[in-house]
């Protein structure tokens, strides 16, 4: 395996934001100070009341399995390096549908699971959702690969 | 507000034209786009000047907007639509000329679809293509749209029992259309088995399931009823035509298009339900997309879609419902844009007696829809229209 090419680190101005945050304070997304309503993906304006009062804040983590695919090819080096690769959807309680990195231990429609940040291994913030039963994992900041080995 | 609006009567739909798909080209966009104008004029017996309204859709016309095509061309048309709609751009670019010439705005508009495609330009397409993409889905494998379906797909399966030999049989008879049609790309013969065996790309999506990305160009013109007359044109009418963005924000997967909720109105207006189409072209960038078209637009009831291929056949002279009768992107490639001027080409060319592969017996009438632009974990754009051969 190589590690030639770090995954990729592009994001817009906001999206940079993600990755100002502390992983080990947990999930956190944009929530609008006016109507409450929690946003992804990061945009500048409410997607509901249009306010301008977005603001990074811890939400509950919980979420569904919408749906996952296990991909065999990829547009860049460090995913096709490691092919098979796994994402997925997940419906949050709190709203918004993510895409992430999902844990083997949780591919089944419907499974419940955690929706954690981490850096991966350019340093920047990615999301991966980890089984809801899993015993730690929150608030201790771990590697992606980590993570994704969580049961 | 009817989804319908008011009749298009009067307008002509004319010139279906197709410039040769090719996997990858040197060349740029406005060259595909300039040989589709090119080709045209002759076909319909006008000068370059008469071309007075200009809807173009493009991806890789970047950096250059649509308006640099009128300096590339020494053109001055009165009315210019860049459509950045992906695969609802045909249809909605045939809409809007046809207001513009309905108006008075314009006399003769050219809708064009085209695209170039160069080894690395569909990843730098893909890893560009949009804010939230770039933040929320491309570091998430790098799949480009093929995951984006993939989950759609899958979750579909989950839902309503739909198997991959379903999704198999649309693919098998799109390729029997493909092998008549001389532009189609892939046009040797696909087995269920083959289709089945195929190598997985973004699980449950294999080879079959994903279109082919190549160069090319689709277009037609949009001018009076009298003009096409008396310039000697076979053309269609446009019974109804009905386009919408973001149906549906609060499904937490596409499953349903905004078709579903235009379609009583798209059938009202046009004056005939779904029993009275002789051929249907869907958006095929993944056959399950087909197959919520189907669905949506009430040829079958929804999640009723794999049944409905299990028992009609789908080939252009199978006797059951002739659909993506050229062998759609699936077989033809996905030109980019071309991709969603392929259908709207197509009908047209299958409602005025000119398919250049298999012709549905009697055909006189066509549904077309389009489905374009993810943006994050969906299509944003449909778009339907039913076209009739003109009298």
Not at chain 2, 69 to 97: K, N, Q, Y
Not at chain 2, 367 to 389: E, H, K, N, P, W
Request: aromatic letters at 8%; one cysteine or more; glycine letters at 10%.
């Amino acid at each position: 395996m190589s590690d030639s090419a770090p995954p990729p680190q592009e994001r817009t101005s906001v999206g940079k934001q993600m990755s100002q945050l502390d992983p080990a304070d947990g999930l956190k997304l944009q929530v609008c100070q006016d109507c409450d309503t929690v946003q992804y993906p990061p945009r500048e304006l409410c997607k509901q009341c249009l306010g301008a009062g977005l603001v990074w804040t811890e939400i509950d983590p919980g979420g569904t399995v919408l749906a996952h695919t296990t991909l065999h090819t990829s547009l860049e080096p460090y995913f096709s390096e490691r092919l098979p690769w796994t994402v997925g959807t997940v419906k949050l309680d709190c709203g918004p549908v993510v895409m992430t990195h999902i844990a083997a231990s949780c591919h089944g429609r419907d499974a419940r699971v955690r929706v954690m940040p981490a850096r991966d291994d350019g340093g920047t913030a990615v999301l991966v959702a980890v089984p809801e039963s899993a015993a730690d994992g929150v608030g201790e900041g771990k590697t992606v690969a980590e993570l994704l080995a969580l049961e | 507000m009817n989804a319908a609006s008011r009749s298009y009567d009067g307008v002509a739909v004319t010139v279906p034209m197709t410039i040769p798909y090719e996997r990858y080209s040197e060349r740029g966009a406005a060259w595909f786009i300039g040989r589709a104008l090119a080709e045209m004029i002759p076909a319909a017996g006008i000068a370059k000047a008469d071309i007075d309204g200009l809807a173009v859709s493009s991806f890789t016309l970047t950096p250059d907007p649509v308006v640099a095509l009128t300096e590339h061309f020494a053109m001055s048309p009165r009315w210019l639509e860049d459509l950045p709609l992906g695969g609802a751009s045909g249809v909605i670019a045939m809409r809007r000329a046809a207001r513009a010439v309905q108006a008075g705005d314009a006399e003769i508009v050219a809708c064009i679809g085209g695209d170039t495609c160069q080894p690395d330009s569909f990843r730098q397409l893909v890893a560009n293509f949009s804010r939230f993409s770039k933040d929320a889905v491309y570091p998430y494998g790098a799949g480009g749209p093929n995951s984006v379906f993939a989950l759609i797909t899958q979750r579909y399966m989950d839902e309503y029992g739909a198997t991959r030999e379903d999704f198999g049989r649309l693919c098998v008879a799109q390729r029997i259309n493909a092998a008549q049609f001389p532009h189609a790309l892939l046009r040797k013969p696909l087995s269920l088995d083959e289709y089945l065996n195929a190598r997985p790309i973004a699980e449950p999506l294999h080879l079959f399931d994903c279109v082919m990305p190549c160069a090319g160009a689709d277009s037609f013109l949009v001018m009076s009823v009298d003009r096409a007359r008396s310039l000697g044109l076979p053309y269609a009418s446009i019974l109804s035509a009905v386009e919408l963005h973001n149906a549906y924000v609060d499904d937490p997967v596409q499953l349903r298009g905004g078709w579903a909720v235009d379609r009583d109105q798209l059938y009202a207006a046009a004056g005939l339900g779904p029993d009275g189409i002789d051929c249907v072209e869907t958006y095929d960038d993944y056959p399950v997309i087909s197959m919520l078209q189907l669905e949506d637009l009430g040829f079958c009831g929804k999640g009723e879609a794999a049944q409905f291929v299990r028992e009609t056949p789908l080939t252009y002279d199978g006797g059951g419902l002739p659909h993506n009768t050229s062998g759609g992107q699936l077989s033809v490639g996905q030109a980019g844009s071309a991709g969603g001027f392929l259908g709207i080409v197509e009908g047209l060319r299958q409602v005025t007696g000119q398919a250049l592969g298999g012709q549905v017996p009697d055909a006189r009438t066509a549904l077309v829809s389009g489905f374009g632009m993810v943006i994050y974990d969906r299509g944003l754009g449909s778009a339907a229209t039913i076209i009739q051969q003109g009298k």
